[in-house]
């Protein structure tokens, strides 16, 4: 049951280029989405976030895209540093932006970014 | 910055035995969560807690795992009986609440933990 899907397991970006990383969703009911980074052997950490009300939302280098009528959203890293090589999840709730609904967040199965000097 | 913190990092025991993992959580966050990530698979939900109870659980909560916040500082995930698929990476997480007509509800964004490792022999 994959409701919301990372395509790419890896994608390699040489530094300063701009990194996009995708993720497809399928629940209808989810209406805010997160992007999370991870290293090895530490917990997901926030990155940026957007409500369905949006379609973009923009934090520094990191930008988030919403295309609610394709169910696809992506984040933008630019320039890309190396210090960005980790994991991608996107993740998704059914809450949403004004709370209500379910608590878990449903995640994708993660991007291995990796930052080429 | 405040963080979410676990104990132990790394937890081997035997089929069959008790697991208790800890959490604290950030202090002014009224929601608490956790997560568990078996190795190649997705993180996946597993219970959500407010105000002493549990607020939602997942289908993979079921009868031997128990959660509870024994003080004002500690969350705990209780294993009662371990199994081999129990091996996993267990994360709690924590997030704000705000009060909205009807109730308390809390905010979209989890803030995780680094993690407990949990081996079942």
């Known amino acids: 049951d994959q409701q919301v899907k990372q395509n790419s397991p890896s994608l390699s970006v040489q530094e300063g280029r701009i990194s996009i990383l995708n993720c497809d969703y399928t629940?209808?009911?989810?209406?805010?989405f997160l992007w999370y980074k991870k290293y090895p052997a530490e917990g997901p950490t926030f990155l940026i976030s957007i409500s369905s009300i949006k379609d973009k939302n923009e934090d520094g280098r990191f930008t988030v895209f919403l295309n609610k009528s394709a169910k696809h959203l992506s984040l933008h890293i630019v320039p890309s540093q190396p210090g960005d090589s980790a994991v991608y999840f996107c993740a998704a709730s059914a809450r949403g932006y004004s709370g209500g609904g379910a608590d878990g967040l449903t995640f994708g199965k993660g991007t291995h970014l990796i930052i080429q000097p | 910055e405040p963080e979410v913190t676990q104990t132990p990092s790394h937890q081997v025991t035997q089929m069959g035995q008790e697991v208790i993992l800890r959490c604290v959580p950030i202090?002014?966050?009224?929601?608490f969560y956790w997560y568990r990530q078996i190795l190649g698979q997705k993180v996946e939900f597993l219970v959500s807690?407010?105000?002493?109870?549990?607020?939602?659980k997942s289908e993979i909560f079921d009868d031997q795992f128990s959660v509870e916040r024994p003080d004002g500082s500690n969350f705990t995930l209780k294993i009662r009986s371990t199994k081999l698929e129990d091996s996993a990476m267990y994360f709690c997480?924590?997030?704000?609440?705000?009060?909205?007509?009807?109730?308390?509800?809390?905010?979209?964004?989890?803030?995780f933990g680094p993690g407990t490792r949990l081996t079942v022999l």
């Open positions: 202090s002014n966050h009224l929601y």
């Open positions: 997480a924590s997030s704000e609440a705000w009060v909205e007509r009807g109730g308390v509800q809390p905010l979209n964004e989890q803030f």
């Open positions: 629940n209808s009911m989810f209406d805010y």
């Open positions: 807690f407010y105000n002493n109870e549990i607020s939602e």
